[in-house]
């Protein structure tokens, strides 16, 4: 069985940039003698989190019921209500977002200045969604948006405002092409300024899965069943015809992959080096 890497995976510029973060909340919190925190997990990888947990992070969802202490924000960013909420009860904030997911907070609340709606293509409920949509113009006044998943959500957003149209930055790749399409025929009575676009590195890595599907028959994906990103690499595989295995893990690497030719190795943008390297390893023994 012959194993192909792709050209580009595992961690992005932003997760590199939250981790760095993390280790300077852990040593703030230790300088100051108070406990350190993550908002929720700081990026979609169980063993990363665990071994920052081993060091001292502890994960929480919010300030009430803690003693204040040093809190990291996450890469995908929070809402600025959840940013106040810790300000108010006397936390430090460690700002783990991801420098491209900021970019597009800042845009957001720009628009809202100058009147527009902002629609945001995005996956409800993801995290980077509820820190787009949680834009305010001042404490407790949010920019006025519609999160749109599906071209039917289109109808929600309201009649004759100028658009500013933002997109999540691990959106999928063929979704997007339908909902920029939808959005240009249903809107051509108004102004509508695209304010950004998938993020480089996650199409980098996606362009990577779609050359690996050139050449093999199946190909094992790394990452957590939360990444959004992951699920997204394991999508464009199958759609290319692939057979698709999902992993954490090289624990869940099975024996069925010895009936492939050629099997191709990629991973989510919070898969760490290790783990990588470790389901590397197992492949090319197999
Ligand atoms: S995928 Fe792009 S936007 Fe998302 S965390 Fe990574 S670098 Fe930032």
Same mark, same amino acid.
């Given at each position: ?126 995290? +980077? =969604? ?5 834009? @305010? !113009?001042?404490?407790? #006044?949010? %920019?006025?948006? *519609? ?100 992993? +954490? =893990? ?5 024996? @069925? !992959?010895?009936?492939? #030719?050629? %099997?191709?190795? *990629? ?20």
């Amino acid at each position: 069985m012959k194993v192909l890497k792709a050209t580009t995976m595992g961690f992005c510029n932003g997760v590199s940039f939250a981790i760095g973060q993390v280790d300077s909340c852990l040593a703030l919190a230790a300088e100051r003698g108070v406990p350190a925190y993550s908002y929720g997990a700081f990026i979609h990888n169980q063993q990363v989190m665990e071994a920052f947990e081993r060091k001292g992070l502890r994960i929480i969802d919010g300030p009430e019921g803690h003693a204040p202490g040093c809190v990291v924000i996450r890469a995908h960013g929070v809402s600025d209500a959840v940013r106040r909420a810790f300000n108010s009860a006397g936390f430090i904030l460690v700002d783990g977002t991801c420098p491209t997911v900021a970019r597009s907070q800042r845009m957001i609340r720009k628009a809202g200045m100058e009147g527009l709606h902002v629609v945001i293509i995005s996956l409800h409920g993801h995290h +980077e =969604t509820l820190a787009l949509a949680g834009c @305010e !113009l001042q404490p407790g #006044r949010v %920019v006025p948006s *519609t999160v749109v998943e599906r071209p039917e959500d289109l109808e929600r957003v309201p009649d004759g405002v100028p658009l500013l149209v933002m997109i999540q930055t691990t959106f999928p790749e063929a979704e997007s092409k339908v909902m920029y399409a939808a959005i240009a025929s249903r809107f051509q009575d108004r102004k509508v300024v695209v304010g950004n676009r998938i993020c480089p590195s996650s199409t980098v890595r996606r362009n990577a899965v779609v050359r690996l599907c050139e050449f093999c028959d199946a190909v094992v994906v790394v990452g957590s069943p939360q990444s959004a990103n992951t699920q997204a690499l394991g999508k464009i595989a199958e759609n290319r015809g692939a057979a698709v295995y999902m992993i +954490e =893990t090289v624990d869940e690497l099975t024996d @069925e !992959l010895r009936r492939y #030719r050629c %099997v191709g190795l *990629t991973a989510g943008a919070s898969s760490p080096e290790d783990v990588i390297g470790a389901v590397e390893d197992r492949l090319n023994r197999m």
